[in-house]
């Protein structure tokens, strides 16, 4: 009875480790086609013929990449396609400029319809509605240039004083230094300022004479104005901005050079001088905010 008992315990346990050795084999053979699996999915993915599993893994991972920030965006724009880029960027920022400008006296030097008694006569003159009076075309005008002349032409300008400066092999507080006297004292400054009452008075409808007598009458004194406000504003800029960003710098900077000529030229009551007090507006608020 034993003996019986001991032959069917060796049975048992023969029988055992055989089903262990099958139970130990299994999961390595599921480990290998597992990963032969894996394998093919790979390959299929670079013949174009992904599985449905890898499909759903790559979506998942695709739904959780965070999205671009607009600094992000923007930079991309710069990079791929930075003309267009700047021109409506330029539109954009002058147009904002000029809004600024507007307003900034009627702000400052009152917005509300008020009645103004004369010295002399003791008459009433009613003043007109600084906020009624915003010239909208005048703005159309500003992001025009800012988006079909402005914009261009310093793209062309900032990258050709960064060539000139490589060029001549200019480094460090150097080349700031040699941008900033080139652009204020030898070309830029002058053709961008010219260029500015020149648009602007073809664009009001002026003939060629009234032009040039727009230009020759303002422009020595926007040179002296803008060598006092631009000359920090440059070598900050140059120094310390790269030359994809200085065109941003010196639009965003002439929004508040708008608003500080407004605040130091205020435009003229409108009386029966409303014609003057529009050109003399015309003319002064914006002036050489074109860098």
Known sequence: M???ASSFQRFVSTQSSKVVGVTVTVPVTTLVVSSSCSRNATMNLYTGTSSTA???TSTSSAATKPNKSFMEWYE???QTNPLPTKMVSGAMLWGLGDVVAQLIPALAFGGGSKAEEGTTSGSTTTTKNPFMAYDVARTARVVFYGFAIHAPCSHVHYNFLEWM???LGYTGVTMTVFK???EQFVYWSWISNALYHGS???LQGQNVDQVYHRIAD????????QWVFWIPVQLLNFRFVPVRHQLNVVLITSIAWSALLSMWYPPEPIHATSDKALTSTATDDHESNNT
């Open 180 to 182: 900033t006297f080139m």
């Open 2 to 4: 034993f003996r019986v």
């Open 200 to 202: 602007m008075g073809a």
């Open 218 to 225: 303002n422009l020595w004194e926007t040179q002296k104005a």
């Open 54 to 56: 890898y499909r759903t």
């Open 165 to 167: 400066s490589v060029r």
């Open 76 to 78: 991309s724009h710069l």
